[in-house]
């Protein structure tokens, strides 16, 4: 509601200082007030067309539309000056509400349409390389700009295009971990597009460009979290489907110690030493939705689904679901002649890199593990059996990521009843995902304060597991994912190192390749 008030105060404030600056400008004052008026004065008034200010209604568009046509209007006034830019840019009504008042600052001419006659002057110039009148037209001209700033002002704009494509249309990842192995390999390089999903608006405004959520090298954060806005999303031009590879914000990554191999949820410390360990000194970090890390997995299962995994295989709706071609599992070599060729190994696309290759623990698809079994006779491949371990929901007795379920994956609109014995499996959605107040009195489900033993839920969640079954933390660990920590949609692999290491070489044949293909 503040971020309401915010802007409609921030609205009249600007419709006032137009009311002082019009009458400088030979407009008529009262033309401020009127909505679609003032900024089809303001526009026809620095040299763009009449419809020109119709490019305001266009989402994130309007935000470079509305800097611009603020720092025509002030250079329309002499004001020249690079800070004059920026506080024209960061916030209009007080840069024209100081030029109103000046009584020395006067109107001279439409900027924009006298710069751009300038520039094509200059260009035509440039192509006769005739230096004198060069220096006579930058002399005459007030849009004449030195070196070091034409610099300054290429680099900045460099650095706002890149920062507004890679938050709104595509942004680069790499893959970190051999969750996806062997669709996606270790060292890949991906284009992630912002579009097919829906952009999500920014959530967190104060950050650095370019950056996630840390600072390399400092390891502090890269952002603040206030001021913040509210999740929104635009219309979407493709729906996330069975089996698509997407990438999400780790929806438990809102409480994280940042450890010296990665981040570890809060509740990941209790029963893993090694996470422990990895996060020993390290101090407890609060994220927001969209700064949480980025995980890239398959999308296994729908709103509205149920899943269950028997004996490995996965079942949706009580239906054994699709496989990946390329889904992995755990076995370890044994038998055969002489010591593992792990060159070999990596021909047939095996990831000869992790740690435990070496002594004969291997994560195969099929394909693989049929062209091993035929390496040399004698050779074994016994699947590994994976203990019960902590899954979720938190608390679950014994599942295990070979045996687990039955889940039912929360859908906006859908009711469910709550009970004490199923509250574990809901929890998280009504308090953090959806921002309730919860509490368990007695015997008692409280919402809000409000007795509840039934709830709705506001948002849409998915299944997310990785191809490599038994190497990947996925929906398994940590439960759903909510729509509105959805990233992108996977697009194109355009680079790849193996093992993520330029010193092991590069993977050219998985360059350009698409990273939905088999």
């Known amino acids: 509601m503040w971020l309401l008030y915010y802007l409609l105060i921030s609205y009249v404030l600007l419709c006032l200082s137009l009311y002082w600056l019009f009458p400088k400008m030979g407009i008529q004052p009262s033309k401020a007030w009127v909505p679609g008026v003032n900024f089809k004065e303001w526009s026809v008034a620095v040299g763009h067309g009449p419809y020109y200010w ?17 720092i025509d209007l002030v250079r329309s006034f002499g004001k020249m000056a690079f800070r004059d830019s920026v506080l024209a840019v960061i916030y209009p009504p007080a840069s024209f509400t100081l030029i109103a008042k000046d009584e020395k600052t006067v109107w001279i001419e439409p900027a924009w349409k006298e710069e751009h006659e300038y520039l094509e002057q200059l260009h035509a110039l440039r192509k006769t390389n005739d230096t004198a009148k060069i220096t006579r037209l930058q002399q005459q001209s007030r849009y004449a700009k030195s070196a070091g700033r034409e610099w300054v002002e290429s680099i900045i704009f460099a650095v706002f295009a890149a920062a507004f494509l890679r938050m709104f249309i595509l942004e680069a990842f790499i893959i970190p971990t051999p969750s996806m192995e062997g669709t996606l390999k270790v060292g890949d390089f991906l284009l992630v597009s912002k579009v097919h999903y829906g952009i999500r608006t920014p959530m967190t405004v104060a950050m650095l460009p370019l950056l996630h959520n840390t600072v390399p090298g400092l390891g502090c954060e890269s952002y603040f979290s206030s001021p913040s806005l ?7 031009i493709s729906e996330i489907k069975i089996n698509d590879p997407f990438v999400f914000n780790w929806p438990v990554g809102d409480s994280v110690y940042l450890g010296k191999t990665r981040s570890w949820a809060a509740f990941q410390l209790q029963n893993n030493p090694g996470a422990a360990q990895d996060c020993r000194g390290a101090d407890l970090r609060v994220r927001p939705v969209d ?17 269950q995994v028997i004996n490995r295989q996965l079942y949706v709706n009580g239906q054994p679901a699709v496989n990946p071609k390329h889904l992995q599992y755990w076995y370890h070599l044994t038998g055969g002649s002489g010591a593992v060729n792990l060159k070999r190994l990596e021909a047939m696309g095996v990831n000869v890199y992790d740690e435990n290759a ?10 693989q593990f049929q062209k091993i079994k035929s390496m040399s006779p004698g050779i074994e491949l016994i699947p590994a059996q994976l203990p019960v371990s902590e899954v979720f929901p938190p608390g679950q007795q014994g599942w295990s990521f070979d045996n687990y379920g039955p889940v039912w994956i929360p859908k906006k609109g859908a009711t469910v009843e709550l009970r004490l014995d199923n509250l574990n499996l809901y929890n998280r959605v009504i308090s953090v995902y959806e921002h309730n107040k919860l509490e368990v009195r007695g015997q008692q489900i409280f919402i809000n304060d409000a007795p509840a033993d039934h709830y709705t839920f506001q ?3 998915y299944w997310a597991m990785g191809d490599n079954r038994h190497n990947s ?18 697009v194109l692999i355009w680079f790849s190192l193996k093992n993520a290491s330029l010193r092991n070489g590069i993977n050219w044949k998985r360059i350009f390749k698409s990273p939905n293909a088999d």
Do not use: T
Request: proline residues 8%; glycine residues 6%; charged residues 25%.
């Open 473 to 490: 933390e996925d929906s398994r660990a940590w439960g759903y994912v909510p729509e509105d920590h959805i990233v992108g949609k996977p």
């Open 54 to 70: 119709l490019w305001l209604f266009f989402p994130i568009v309007n935000i470079f539309i509305l800097a611009g046509l603020s």
């Open 291 to 307: 700064k949480k890390d980025h995980y890239i997995k398959r999308c296994v299962a729908m709103p509205g689904d149920s899943i």
């Open 358 to 367: 070496q002594s004969g623990n291997l994560f195969l698809d099929e394909e």
């Open 230 to 236: 509210p999740y929104y999303r635009l219309p979407k």
């Open 459 to 461: 948002q849409n969640y």
